[in-house]
């Protein structure tokens, strides 16, 4: 199904299975037949895009409807895009081949801030203007959702609609309210998004006046209309038992990042990490019933073929009826040859009998995440794991014949002193001592211990959404001293490039006046930030100058706790005042109970949605 | 009834790679056509040991940019299956441009297969009447020197090559091509085409829109070039 450009420069790119299309179980309609065409675009490469769960629910969803066709675009690499330059080959979608300009709706799914310029780089190859003020009558509407658009606002002007929230049911809305005017004769661009402001999780940026105080903080947001919502509030599905969840996947030809079965065991978190800002947007918790979930994993087998099945959420050892969805799976999995993983595991609930079930055919390593070194600051970021926990999970973990232990910490949390920092590397070395105590016949070859750690970056919905960032230097400090504190060689480090995390937390907490700086980085051809071989942080620092952007006030400043937020625009169900009382509680050193034990209070249940913990 | 070995049950199935899928390397055809078999729901032998596998032979893999009419997968059952419902089975979970067009209890083994036919198409050529001629005469030397890959090795495949014949078709350049298809002495067709390229002009325009090259596998053969089966 490749356009004819495109099939004529696949012999002189690198990976050309990335742009072919054609795969097993994708959807091909008749495009006379429908009524609106969606271009579901990932702004990372195939192999990335084609792993996301994300997309792969909504491709199905969109395409249970018959008046609507959605096909997948993804990013070139930059081979292919100097090609498509060269040749003037316009962006297209790998189903039909068709340049974006033949589509109603195009959607960019925006999973992390690194992703921004390979959006507008996609704008681009596709011929569209980037900014959404720019667009004419007949360009089709360019749509944002994902995570990112929590806070979308450093790209919210590039952007024509936004879908905040869960967009099962809402991007068919949108469709369908797309479908009607186009119908009914009262379409025009303007009319629609006014129409679509309406559709509870739908944001329309160009609705909306930002003003400024003189200190550079945000003064006010102004809906442009009476009838424009001032707040708009997140959209859940409410029950997942119900939802629309594929019974088919469409099959890669070319090996991507995560190829095999993804099953969605439940949304949200009980946990309230307070970093974290997964565990805040995805509330209130909601499960899917064991029923469910191994009707779709032997309804996804069945089409499919892979030989594992990956159990997921944002933290699977929380699931209320773990041992009875494991040993239903269980019941046909190990017959078929079919391998179960849990990646997120927690160190408190790590068990020999669920390790018995899931490495039954692998072997290989185990990862854990303290996040901090000591107990105060576990506290403090409300971890709620002990170093217990850790020793008895590894202990488990070497048992079982997992020599490679990864541990996953973040450097830059607030309150942390270097005493924190210290504790890491003890840590990591009580590990080693771990192993060693066991008798050496026990103990599994080649012992491996990996510490890994990431910079802490303030998310926006998060009790640490005021925090200062460490700056460049005191990152770099803090991780020159946990190198010299590390002095065992069984002890991997591995660390993240703190500028990056500079970038990523000043896009997290940005506002509209980056996206003039951003549009700078896509004029000089950035893309692909999330590479580390493309990431370019003096380009970064050249377009804040040229743009008039201080970098510093959106990281180490840190932000007023009376300050309006330029993500404040957006209801998430959690209240401002819960996460600002969590806050307090991390400076007290005070935990919070999770769902499971007791209600805190956060506002999300004010949401709906079906779950066993909410009152 | 057909006679056959049930201590090591293989299948052989024939099949197309067409279209885009030439694009697909062999790496992952491999993986495609694991998770197609299991699909198919057939009766798959499996390895012994801690990680079980199908038991999947290929012949004479094909390099990425090659089309093919000619593929063949020997895959071991753990049980007699007639060879029409295997096919059937692994068609309905393959798209149009790869399927099955044959499957039989084979008498051969892979390493029999010692030639293999291609048809290299070179489009939109350059005007030169005589480039076809010009082809023949240079596959008909007796060094048919290419450059190795990934090395400055200069290996001369004349013979590796059992015939090879260009013709001119409106304006395109259609080259038949009998190579060794040995395990020990396996040709891939681009050093044909690059030979030709080097030596004759073929393919010497910069703009790739407007010219191309196909490469395609069409038959297998024994020693003796009777038709491999």
């Given amino acids: 199904m490749q356009n004819k450009n495109i099939s004529s420069v696949l012999k002189s790119v690198s990976k050309p299975g990335r742009y072919i299309g054609g795969e097993f179980n994708s959807i091909i309609k008749n495009k006379d037949e429908v009524k609106c065409r969606f271009a579901f675009c990932f702004p990372d490469t195939y192999e990335i895009g084609m792993s996301n769960l994300g997309v792969r629910i909504l491709y199905d969803a969109l395409n249970k409807d018959s008046d609507v066709w959605c096909e997948r675009v993804y990013a070139p690499w930059t081979d292919m895009k100097e090609k498509m330059e060269q040749y003037s080959i316009p962006l297209s979608a790998v189903e039909s081949g068709d340049s974006l300009d033949c589509f109603d709706l195009v959607a960019f799914s925006l999973q992390y801030e690194m992703c921004y310029t390979t959006t507008l780089a996609m704008l681009k190859l596709a011929g569209f203007p980037i900014w959404a003020k720019d667009r004419a009558e007949d360009c089709p509407i360019i749509v944002g ?69 003189d200190d550079g903080t945000i003064k006010e947001y102004k809906p442009l209309y009476d009838d424009v919502p001032t707040k708009i509030k997140k959209r859940i599905i409410e029950d997942m038992d119900k939802a629309s969840y ?55 087998y069945d089409n499919s073929g892979y030989d594992e099945i990956s159990l997921i959420s944002l933290s699977i050892s929380d699931y209320s009826e773990l041992p009875r969805l494991t040993d239903s799976l269980l019941e046909w999995t190990d017959a078929s040859h079919v391998s179960l993983s849990l990646p997120s595991l927690r160190i408190d609930s790590f068990s020999e009998e669920l390790m018995a079930k899931v490495s039954s055919v692998r072997t290989g390593g185990i990862t854990f995440a303290p996040e901090a070194g000591t107990q105060r600051l576990r506290d403090v970021i409300n971890k709620n794991v002990s170093e217990e926990d850790l020793m008895r999970s590894v202990g488990i973990a070497f048992r079982g014949g ?48 990996t510490v890994s750690v990431s910079c802490f970056v303030p998310k926006p919905f998060t009790p640490f959404q005021w925090e200062k960032q460490d700056t460049y230097e005191e990152l770099m400090r803090k991780q020159a001293l946990l190198k010299s504190c590390i002095t065992d060689r069984r002890i991997k480090y591995a660390y993240h490039d703190a500028k990056v995390s500079f970038i990523e937390a000043v896009l997290a907490r940005g506002d509209r006046r980056l996206a003039p700086a951003i549009a700078y980085l896509a004029d000089k051809g950035q893309m ?73 209070g956060c506002g999300a249940n004010k949401l709906g949605g079906k779950n066993r913990w909410c009152k | 009834m057909v006679q056959v070995n049930t201590t090591k049950l293989f299948l052989r199935f024939k099949f197309v790679k067409r279209g885009s899928l030439q694009y697909i390397s062999h790496l992952d055809l491999v993986r495609t056509m694991h998770k197609v078999i299991v699909r198919a729901k057939l009766p798959l032998w499996y390895t012994e040991g801690f990680n079980p596998k199908p038991k999947m032979i290929f012949a004479a893999p094909l390099s990425i940019g090659t089309e093919s009419e000619c593929e063949y997968m020997d895959l071991r059952m753990s049980e007699y299956i007639e060879p029409a419902e295997a096919m059937a089975r692994i068609n309905a979970n393959m798209t149009d441009e790869m399927q099955v067009i044959e ?127």
């Fill in chain 1, 145 to 213: 959702g994902g995570p990112c658009v929590y806070n979308s606002e450093p790209v919210a002007e590039f952007f024509d609609l936004i879908n905040i929230g869960e967009g099962e049911e809402v991007l068919l809305e949108i469709c369908h309210l797309y479908n009607k005017m186009k119908a009914d004769g009262t379409y025009t661009r303007a009319a629609f998004l006014r129409e679509a402001s309406h559709i509870d999780g739908v944001y329309i940026p160009s609705l909306y006046e930002v003003s400024y105080n």
């Fill in chain 1, 246 to 300: 594929p019974e088919k996947l469409v099959m890669p030809y070319i090996e991507t990042v995560h190829d095999r079965i993804v099953l969605e065991v439940y949304r949200g978190c009980i946990r309230g990490c307070r970093f974290c800002q997964a565990g805040m947007v995805y509330r209130p918790i909601r499960e899917k019933s064991v029923e469910t979930l191994c009707k779709q994993a032997k309804c996804l």
């Fill in chain 1, 402 to 449: 997992k020599s490679n232990v990864k541990l996953y910490f973040m450097n830059g949390l607030p309150t942390e002193t270097d005493e924190d920092i210290e504790g890491i590397s003890a840590l990591a070395k009580k590990v080693v001592d771990q192993y060693y105590a066991m008798p050496k016949p026990q103990r599994p070859k080649g012992l491996g211990v």
């Fill in chain 1, 528 to 600: 692909f930030d999330a590479w580390d071989e493309f990431f370019n942080y003096d380009l970064w620092i050249e377009a804040f100058e040229k743009c008039g952007v201080d970098p510093a006030f959106y990281t180490s400043r840190g932000f007023g706790l009376d300050e309006v937020l330029p993500w404040d625009i957006i209801d998430i169900g959690v209240t401002k005042s819960f996460l600002l009382r969590e806050r307090n509680k991390a400076y007290e050193g005070k935990t919070t109970p999770s769902c499971a034990e007791q209600c805190s």
């Fill in chain 2, 103 to 229: 499957a039989y209890y084979p008498d051969s083994k892979f390493t029999d297969l010692k030639w293999m036919s291609y048809r290299i198409t070179v489009g939109d050529v350059n005007t030169s009447d005589d480039l076809a001629d010009r082809c023949n005469e240079l596959l008909l030397e007796e060094q048919v020197e290419v450059q190795k890959k990934n090395s400055d090795q200069m290996i001369n495949i004349r013979p590796l090559i059992s015939s090879a014949v260009a013709k001119r078709v409106e304006n395109e350049i259609v080259i038949d091509a009998v190579l060794s298809a040995d395990p020990s002495a396996f040709l891939n067709p681009e050093y044909v085409v690059k030979y030709l390229r080097d030596k004759g002009g073929l393919l010497s325009s910069p703009d790739l829109t407007s010219e191309y090259y196909e490469v395609k596998r069409l038959n297998a053969y024994f020693a003796d070039m009777t038709e491999f089966r």
